[in-house]
């Protein structure tokens, strides 16, 4: 009954290749969301859907591009894999009542622990 | 921008030891805060929250209060347990109009000896 789960948990590869990582909710929100967390734990927001379309996109390196099929699914693939791409990365899902303005619980993925060698 | 403070760890207490983790923030609107908590290994789970000022959260014996007057929202708990141990993470919501992002501070690294 996970609410919210990614695929890898851990995903090792060589500098160059790409590679995706999936999410899926089943908490039936309408927005969801990636994080990068880095070596020191900060966490940043790096894109968030409502419904399948894209509404955030904080700067992040056209190599990293999301989609989603369906409101339940976002998945975050990577072209050309940096030795700085290396970090925990979260998928997130929120209802996002836009009468709660931004009070809405996150809830969290597992996270995948991306490595590039 | 929008922007957490919270306190440099590691905090090391403990068993039964009382709690406090700062957190202040800066924001333009009114922000909702809250606390986020990352055992080893997992994902962050909310531990609680606060959508306007004066408000307290509370969850599993943790409270912080919403003060705006401060612009603070401190994590206290008054007896720790070793099953504490963990990652605490403050967090602001950054409503757009259409979705709202979370904007983490550093975290915070919480170690309770037995």
């Known amino acids: 009954d996970t609410a919210v789960s990614q695929t890898p948990k851990y995903l090792v590869t060589q500098m160059g290749n790409d590679k995706s990582i999936k999410c899926e909710q089943n908490?039936?929100?309408?927005?969801m969301y990636w994080y990068k967390q880095d070596s020191k734990k900060f966490l940043k927001i790096m894109f968030s859907y409502n419904n399948k379309e894209l509404i955030i996109n904080e700067t992040v390196p056209n190599r990293f591009s999301p989609k989603s099929p369906d409101k339940a699914h976002l998945n975050l693939h990577i072209n050309s894999l940096e030795l700085g791409d290396s970090a925990v990365y979260f998928c997130?899902?929120?209802?996002?009542?836009?009468?709660?303005?931004?009070?809405?619980?996150?809830?969290f993925g597992p996270g995948t622990r991306l490595t590039v060698l | 921008g929008d922007s957490v403070t919270q306190m440099e760890g590691p905090v090391t207490l403990s068993e039964e030891a009382f709690l406090t983790i700062n957190c202040t923030y800066t924001?333009?609107?009114?922000?909702?805060l809250f606390w986020y908590v990352q055992y080893p290994g997992e994902g962050l789970q909310l531990l609680l929250k606060?959508?306007?000022?004066?408000d307290k959260g509370s969850n599993k014996g943790f409270e912080a209060t919403y003060r705006k007057e401060t612009t603070s929202f401190h994590l206290e708990k008054g007896s720790v347990q070793v099953s504490d141990s963990a990652v605490y993470f403050c967090a602001l919501s950054d409503y757009g109009g259409a979705t709202n992002k979370l904007i983490f501070g550093t975290g915070t690294l919480l170690a309770v000896q037995p």
């Open positions: 997130a899902s929120s209802q996002d009542d836009r009468f709660l303005a931004g009070a809405d619980t996150q809830y």
């Open positions: 908490l039936g929100h309408d927005t």
């Open positions: 606060a959508t306007k000022a004066d």
């Open positions: 924001a333009t609107g009114y922000p909702s």
